[in-house]
């Protein structure tokens, strides 16, 4: 499979900080990859090394098979960028912004103007587009600058906490974007801090924590690594007694009852799903529900890391008097 | 590699077509390049017998020096902090085409203002020589665009930039020959003049003005602005690696 992002032990080093140390990874032509971990792990900084917007202190990265200190210019014709705060000039229209990124890509002047119409009927501000950026909310600033990221058609999108600050709605209409966008063949580089995002949307995910990527793998996999006992969620019409019984039963460890609900930690959850239906019918229960539970990508993160998950939660403007 | 020189200009002039339409009206561009060199050439003049062909060009080239300079003091630090600059940065251009096109959107400040000044000032001063008086004003701007740049190159904030670019540029004033000739200067600070890019813009400008062409001496005018301009540039993409990097 062609690799569209290569890090080989890529590091940087602040005055009093090691933001990224040493870290590896490639991400495939077509994937859509997140990366994450809780803010000031070293998300961002990645991503601005990857971008041409910082230099690494040591390692090497290259962009569609350009290396970004060789041959930055090269690197940077392929990409798009979504920073995590607004890169557009507040004092200038929607469309003369992302005109002017259009030339600075050089999208000839034939297809500036189309492109450009496409993409603000796109992200839905092609009513607005002759009004300031600065008169723009948090939620159309953000679909602006995907716009202003896709003019040149890049074959990967680099987005840095692409939902953060945006409300239910605009964080679905920009996950519904970028999924699209992914689909039609965009490389997705996605950094987050939202479990459920990454969950939501990557093929691949690595974790960083302080600098270091703990682990790389699918959302499934990463999973499934951390699932030592399986679960069976089971209620019954009945409740009476039925706690006891259920722990006479082969392969259950252990019962919890949670309301009119029974947890169950089992070696086998297969043999143990017809030992229950087995127990039902002996003890003239009717089943009502009845599920296996697998753990959540939360749990992952939380197992992997070592990490509480409220960091997680803790947003950028909070760490900013902690930050190198 | 023609090719790729040619798109890197090109991307250059989008940056500083955009830099012009974005800070030009303002306030702090309008009061420092517009207002304060008029400000100063006024209360140096007033009730003093001053001879137009001299303090005219004193006048052009600090409409320039002040013009030039004074949209870099907001248009880099404030792109910094903002994260606009950013944009450029990740954009398929190199950095040196970057600060280019930043120095050409003062440079057209710079040139605008010194060429409405000159307008204004050819009643009380004729202009003998036109196409070099504005070949010098052309030589001036880029070097003292260039300057802006390199003095607001460590800054990230307006607030932060403008004073002490502002105390430099009053200083230079004093010790280029705007007001006072250089003769008339002890000789540590004319040692210092010689060192200074506003004392060849004066002098190219003073020499158009008065129609008495000393053609070696305003072509090392010219030059010694060239390779001010080169130096300024080049300490201004070293300054911005090591602090944006």
Sequence with gaps: ?324 | MVKAWIEDLKRAAYIAEKDMKVYFLKGPNLIFGLILPISLFLSFSIGRSVDPAFAVPGLVAIASFFGAGAIQAIALPLERRTGTFNLLLSAPISLFAIVLGKALAGFFFGAILSVAYTIIMIPFSPLPNIPLFFLGILFSSFTFSSFGLLLSAPFRDIPQAMPPATVVRIVLVFICGVFVPLTALPLLLQVLAYAMPLTYSVDSLRQAMSGSINTQMFLIDLGAQVLFSVFFLAVTVWALKKTTQ
């Excluded at chain 1, 587009?129 to 990221?149: E, H």
């Excluded at chain 1, 392969?251 to 086998?268: C, E, H, Q, W, Y």
Aim: with cysteine.
């Design chain 1, 1 to 324: 499979m062609e690799i569209a992002i290569r890090v080989q032990d890529l590091t940087k080093r602040y005055p009093n900080v090691l933001a990224v140390d040493h870290i590896n990874f490639e991400v495939h032509k077509g994937e859509f990859f997140g990366f994450l971990g809780p803010n000031g792990a070293g998300k961002t900084t990645t991503i601005n090394i990857l971008t041409g917007v910082a230099k690494a202190t040591s390692g090497a990265a290259s962009i569609m098979g350009y290396d970004l200190s060789r041959e930055p210019v090269k690197a940077k014709e392929h990409i798009g960028v979504v920073p995590d705060t607004s890169n557009l000039y507040d004092e200038m229209t929607a469309w003369d912004n992302i005109v002017f990124c259009a030339k600075l890509h050089g999208v000839s002047k034939e297809k500036r103007e189309n492109r450009s119409n496409e993409l603000l009927e796109l992200v839905g501000l092609h009513e607005r587009r002759n009004d300031r950026v600065g008169t723009y909310s948090k939620g159309m600033k953000k679909r602006l600058m995907i716009a202003a990221a896709l003019v040149h058609e890049p074959e990967i999108l680099f987005l840095d906490e692409p939902t953060t600050g945006l409300d239910v709605q605009g964080a679905r209409e920009v996950r519904g974007l970028i999924r699209e966008l992914n689909r039609k063949g965009t490389t997705v580089f996605l950094t987050t801090h939202y479990l459920e995002e990454a969950d939501l949307c990557c093929q691949r995910i690595a974790i960083i924590a302080k600098g270091k990527i703990i682990t790389e793998d699918t959302p499934e996999k990463l999973k499934l690594s951390i699932q030592a006992e399986q679960v069976i969620e089971v209620s019954f019409d009945r409740t009476m007694d039925v706690a006891d019984k259920l722990k006479r039963l082969s392969n259950v460890t252990n019962v919890v009852t949670l309301g009119d609900k029974f947890r169950l930690s089992v070696a086998d959850s297969s043999e143990t799903l017809a030992s229950i239906f087995d127990f039902a019918k002996v003890h003239s229960l009717k089943v009502v529900s009845i599920n296996t539970l697998k753990p959540t990508l939360e749990d992952a993160f939380v197992k992997l890391t070592g990490l509480r998950l409220e960091v997680m939660s803790i947003e950028k403007e909070q760490m900013k008097p902690n930050r190198g």
